[in-house]
């Protein structure tokens, strides 16, 4: 998503119904993860019916640097619809949420949407509140943690399952 041409109307969708004011050059804008339902909702109907992807990240926390300020441990889960259409727009955009904290799930909307997000919650852990099925897509029932955590120990002992 990163370097996804500009999408005005996207971005004027945001900043008049869903007050984003940021819009970054290298990621997409930030939206609150209570209104990330209903703006897949509004861009579905907008005519965005291509459900593209979604990518869970987690983020350990970080004392305060010139980099920026303090940030507590926390995961984004950035999302990707696109319009069928020659060209097809795509209107991307990222949640942040705290240790703990569920996203809605979008399967209701899209069903291509079911498998990655399950997948998300296998491997780092997000959680898809009112997801249908959301049990382990990729690891064994048994397995402990998300192997896509940060903080998930490398050395992790695992025998070959197939």
């Known amino acids: 998503m990163k370097g996804a041409p500009k999408n005005e109307e996207l971005e004027q969708l945001l900043a008049a119904e869903f007050g984003v004011t940021e819009f970054p050059s290298d990621a997409p804008p930030l939206v609150d993860r209570a209104r990330h339902l ?16 979604v990518v869970a990240t987690h ?5 305060a640097s010139k980099a920026g300020p303090e940030q507590p441990e926390h995961f984004e889960v950035a ?13 991307a955009w990222r949640c942040k949420l705290a240790v ?11 069903a291509g949407a079911d ?12 959680r898809f509140d009112d997801h249908p099925d959301l049990r382990r897509l990729m690891m064994p ?22």
């Open 38 to 53: 209903e703006l897949a909702a509004r861009l579905k109907a907008l005519g965005y019916r291509l459900y593209v992807t």
């Open 59 to 63: 983020y350990l926390p970080q004392a």
């Open 79 to 91: 999302t990707a619809l696109r319009k069928p259409t020659q060209g097809g727009t795509l209107a």
């Open 100 to 110: 703990g904290e569920g996203i809605p799930s979008l399967v209701g909307l899209f």
């Open 115 to 126: 498998w990655q997000e399950r997948e998300q919650f296998d491997l780092v852990g997000v």
């Open 141 to 162: 029932d048994d397995w402990e943690g998300h192997p896509l955590r940060k903080d998930y120990a490398i050395d992790t002992a695992c025998t070959p399952w197939r």
